[in-house]
């Protein structure tokens, strides 16, 4: 009777996350995706939320990635012997398509753990930042920042991972700066912060935190999580802004059962959004979504699925390369200048992001002189545009 109760408790408790994860989301998407720009004379120029046609995006993030080792956990700390280590980079081999976020904890500590022990510019840590770096050097890996200590001693009267809970806006940044300054001591540029444990500060504080201490996005929300907590405040599908922050939801953990997860998966595909998969890089059976044996098998079957089912329509990206993407191309200038039937465009990246492989259509129009600059594809035109500079092309009304 017991086990009955559990299960259906768990069914019950999935289908209220499942119906949180679609709430709205109809609504972001009209509101976040569409790019129309109205260039005059009936003629529109519409800009694709992924690059190269890809329909969506797929990202997969690991939260808590530091040198830690103990009888119970290990984070990854014995990087040339240690089974989850050999673990991801099997993983990469096997799956050359796939791009990876870390999320890594600069000074983690633990209520028992002496102060500064886990730094990772400690001498004794310096194979284990060199690993990280050839990862990043790698291309394919992106390493992003999650907190400064991922503790919380002065809030509660218990010590708490939410690092973040109830702190200021001051508070909250100057950790985050701490956090970016042992960074680039490693010589690695952090663009992106998730919170420990989901702590977001006293009203939100850490949305301005993120903002003021230069990152270009937070991934501060998950189902019922971080900025979605209480209510919905960011969409779980689409990349969204909120108070002038982009945010990057997560959307998908190793928790939930695979069925789930392939539902998740094909209806964000076909809303154009992007699957944001997280776990924790933890050997740990204690911790949630960590990546054990089994969930490890978990993950290389819903990545194989992904492989065998949108191997050209999905983008699988870092977080960074989402947020370069979507910051640059919300930010695009167009300018029209007319003569004649001619309308000369220009598209000017004024941000310090890359803008790669927008892609572009014509409504009651269409692009005559692009060679060189636009490349044509079935659906329309594709190019790149570098921070500071801008391509122009030239349409005219109609079609030919
Ligand atoms: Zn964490």
Redesign the pocket.
């Known amino acids: 009777m017991k086990r009955l109760i559990r299960r259906f408790l768990l069914y019950y408790n999935l289908f209220l996350w499942e119906r949180a994860l679609w709430k709205d989301e109809n609504q972001w998407r009209e509101l976040i995706v569409e790019r129309r720009y109205d260039l005059g004379n009936g003629v529109y120029l519409i800009m694709a939320p992924w690059p190269r046609g890809h329909l969506a995006a797929f990202n997969l993030s690991f ?2 990635v530091f040198p830690y080792t103990s009888s119970l956990h290990n984070h990854g700390e014995d990087i040339l012997t240690g089974w989850l280590n050999q673990e991801f980079e099997r993983m990469l081999l096997d799956f050359p398509w796939l791009k990876v976020t870390l ?1 890594v ?1 600069p000074n983690m500590s633990s209520e028992n753990s002496r102060p500064n022990h886990y730094l990772i510019t400690r001498p004794k840590y310096r194979d284990w930042v060199a690993w990280l770096r050839r990862l990043v050097g790698s291309g394919r890996v992106e390493v992003a920042d ?2 400064y200590t ?1 503790l919380n001693t002065v809030v509660g009267p218990k010590p708490s ?1 939410a690092e973040f809970a109830n702190l200021s806006v001051r508070e909250i940044q100057a950790a985050l700066e701490q956090a970016k300054e042992i960074f680039a001591s490693i010589g690695i540029t952090v663009v992106g912060v ?1 919170p ?2 989901w702590g977001v500060g006293k009203d939100l504080a850490i949305v301005k935190a993120v903002k003021d201490s230069g990152f270009l996005y937070g991934a501060l929300s998950a189902v019922g999580h971080g900025l979605n907590a209480g209510m919905k405040r960011v969409s779980d599908v689409f990349p969204a802004w909120y108070e002038g922050l982009l945010n990057l939801p997560q959307n998908l953990t190793l928790e939930e059962p695979e069925p789930v997860a392939y539902r998740v998966i094909d209806r964000t595909v076909s809303m154009g959004g992007m699957i944001g998969l997280k776990a ?1 890089y933890s050997t740990s059976l204690s911790i949630r979504a960590g990546l054990h044996p089994k969930n490890l098998q978990r993950l290389r079957r819903i990545l194989a699925y992904i492989e065998k089912s949108y191997d050209d329509t999905v983008w699988p990206a870092t977080l960074k390369e989402i947020a370069e993407f979507w910051t640059a191309r919300e930010k695009l200038q167009v300018s029209t200048t007319r003569n004649g039937e001619c309308m000369r465009v220009v598209l000017y990246n004024k941000t310090r992001w890359l803008l790669t492989d927008l892609h572009l259509q014509l409504e009651g129009g269409t692009i005559v002189d692009a060679a060189g600059i636009l490349r044509a594809t079935d659906e329309g035109w594709v190019c790149t545009i570098s921070p500071g500079s801008s391509v122009e092309f030239t349409v005219i009304q109609g079609r030919r």
């Open positions: 939260d808590d999320f904890c999650h907190g991922h991972p998730r420990p444990a924790h």
